[in-house]
């Protein structure tokens, strides 16, 4: 895995925190920590965007630290297990922004968002927030400089290599770019509350 991992961290005695290399797959490296040899020992196997999250007994993540830097990782598994279409009224305050920061049209804009087949790659933040990737390199802009103190429910947002659907009510920094129309990915009172789990697709699909 030479080139693969910048630094693997301590987290109290059962816990372990991969940093990976830019541009590297953390569910790579997540599906080789879940056959090491091992796994029995290990409660929890967590990629986020730029990392992976092991617990587990103190020498299985021992293990797993000392033989991760120098590993062969499996190259990237087809994860996905349905499509998900989500209607978007693309009507968000920043949509301009970002089409200007860009140099795009807002047209340009949303063709490139409704045109990219997202994976999902992760949750975080808040209760069934999902993290889309990978937005296209055209449209890729950063959070905002001033995050707002509260951004509605359903908001569609991007920033950087990520689009998502804010999930709450909450304070964000994300660029808003639309409206979801459609039924909310994440609901309490379904089961399981989340109608996608990691490694399904989500389309956009532009509403009126």
Same mark, same amino acid.
């Given at each position: 895995?030479?080139?693969?991992?910048?630094?693997?961290?301590?987290?109290?005695?059962?816990?372990?925190?991969?940093?990976?290399?830019?541009?590297?797959?953390?569910?790579?490296?997540?599906?080789?920590v879940?056959?090491? %040899?091992? !796994? @029995?020992?290990? =409660?929890?196997v *967590? #990629?986020?965007?730029?990392?992976?999250?092991? $617990?587990? /007994?103190?020498?299985?993540?021992?293990?797993?630290?000392?033989?991760?830097?120098?590993?062969?990782?499996?190259?990237? %598994?087809? !994860? @996905?297990s349905? =499509?998900?279409? *989500? #209607?978007?009224?693309?009507?968000?305050?920043? $949509?301009? /922004?970002?089409?200007?920061?860009?140099?795009?049209?807002?047209?340009?804009?949303?063709?490139?968002?409704?045109?990219? %087949?997202f994976?999902?790659?992760?949750?975080?933040?808040? #209760?069934?927030?999902?993290?889309?990737?990978? $937005?296209?390199d055209?449209?890729?802009?950063?959070?905002?400089?001033?995050?707002?103190?509260?951004?509605?429910?359903?908001?569609?947002?991007?920033?950087?290599?990520?689009?998502?659907?804010? #999930?709450?009510?909450?304070?964000?920094?994300?660029?808003?770019?639309?409206?979801?129309?459609?039924?909310?990915?994440?609901?309490?009172?379904?089961?399981?509350?989340?109608?996608?789990?990691?490694?399904?697709?989500?389309?956009?699909?532009?509403?009126?």
């Amino acid at each position: 895995m030479s080139g693969t991992v910048e630094t693997v961290r301590k987290v109290g005695e059962r816990g372990l925190l991969i940093e990976l290399a830019a541009g590297i797959d953390s569910h790579r490296v997540a599906a080789w920590v879940r056959r090491h %040899e091992v !796994r @029995a020992q290990l =409660t929890e196997v *967590v #990629p986020a965007a730029r990392t992976v999250f092991v $617990l587990g /007994d103190p020498d299985a993540v021992r293990q797993v630290a000392e033989g991760v830097e120098s590993a062969t990782i499996p190259e990237a %598994e087809s !994860r @996905a297990s349905k =499509t998900v279409i *989500v #209607p978007v009224r693309y009507d968000g305050p920043d $949509l301009s /922004d970002v089409a200007e920061l860009t140099g795009l049209s807002e047209r340009e804009v949303i063709e490139a968002h409704t045109g990219t %087949e997202f994976t999902v790659s992760f949750f975080g933040f808040a #209760p069934g927030q999902a993290f889309f990737a990978p $937005l296209p390199d055209r449209v890729r802009v950063p959070r905002r400089t001033s995050p707002r103190t509260r951004v509605p429910s359903g908001s569609v947002a991007i920033a950087n290599e990520f689009t998502i659907i804010y #999930p709450l009510d909450s304070p964000g920094g994300w660029n808003l770019i639309g409206t979801r129309m459609g039924p909310s990915l994440w609901d309490v009172r379904a089961e399981p509350p989340n109608a996608v789990a990691v490694g399904d697709r989500v389309v956009f699909e532009q509403v009126r």
